[in-house]
T-cell receptor, first 116, second 108 residues
Framework: SQTIHQWPATLVQPVGSPLSLECTVE??????LYWYRQAAGRGLQLLFY??????ISSEVPQNLSASRPQDRQFILSSKKLLLSDSGFYLC???????????????FGPGTRLTVL | QKEVEQNSGPLSVPEGAIASLNCTYS??????FFWYRQYSGKSPELIMF????GDKEDGRFTAQLNKASQYVSLLIRDSQPSDSATYLC????????FGAGTTVTVRA
């Protein structure tokens, strides 16, 4: 069965510090990978998605970046955090299925980031 | 207009009652629709998906889709205190768009 891991679970960082969040998926090959951010009391905002190694699409221009150095590894980074970067960061995976079935996304446990 | 809209709630129902959650979407070309449950402080977990007009039942959950009205709903029958959570509606177009969620509280 497939498993998705994220770490760290919680993180408190000062403004202007760098960020690196990691996500790994087990039990599947060539997954689609996603980074979302959920601000307090708000919906999920898609930040980046990737359909393969080195292939990153950005949905929202910001001071964040993403990389996919390995098939099942997805990294979210920032060189200098802003207060507005605080939130719940979620990694998700899916596998494209043919035959009319929806491309279902499954979420990792998330990283709660507080920027002070 | 938001892409996906849900009543924010909170929706309070007594234990054993039916909870009814509604979701409307703006992209008429959307094909797939998902309901996720999110407990406080946790990540969303998939309840069910639907992509054909009509009803789809899974245990105590029933999803209803009406593409002509651009409306999808989730019914929770025999609501239990463990159903207390925020329910997210997600609509697939070129990406998955999420509503802000409806918070449900089941009173014992």
């Amino acid at each position: 069965s497939q498993t998705i891991h994220q770490w760290p679970a919680t993180l408190v960082q000062p403004v202007g510090s760098p960020l690196s969040l990691e996500c790994t998926v087990e039990g599947t090959s060539n997954p689609n990978l996603y980074w979302y951010r959920q601000a307090a009391g708000r919906g999920l905002q898609l930040l980046f998605y990737s359909v393969g190694i080195g292939q990153i699409s950005s949905e929202v221009p910001q001071n964040l970046s993403a990389s996919r150095p390995q098939d099942r590894q997805f990294i979210l980074s920032s060189k200098k955090l802003l207060l507005s970067d605080s939130g719940f960061y979620l990694c998700a995976w899916s596998v494209s299925v043919r035959g009319g079935r929806p491309d279902t996304q499954y979420f990792g446990p998330g990283t709660r980031l507080t920027v002070l | 207009q938001k892409e996906v809209e849900q009543n924010s709630g909170p929706l309070s129902v007594p234990e054993g009652a039916i909870a009814s959650l509604n979701c409307t979407y703006s992209d008429r070309g959307s094909q797939s629709f998902f309901w996720y449950r999110q407990y406080s402080g946790k990540s969303p977990e998939l309840i069910m998906f639907i992509y054909s007009n009509g009803d789809k039942e899974d245990g105590r959950f029933t999803a209803q889709l009406n593409k002509a009205s651009q409306y999808v709903s989730l019914l929770i029958r025999d609501s239990q205190p463990s159903d207390s959570a925020t329910y997210l509606c997600a609509v697939e177009g070129y990406k998955l768009s999420f509503g802000a969620g409806t918070t449900v509280t089941v009173r014992a």
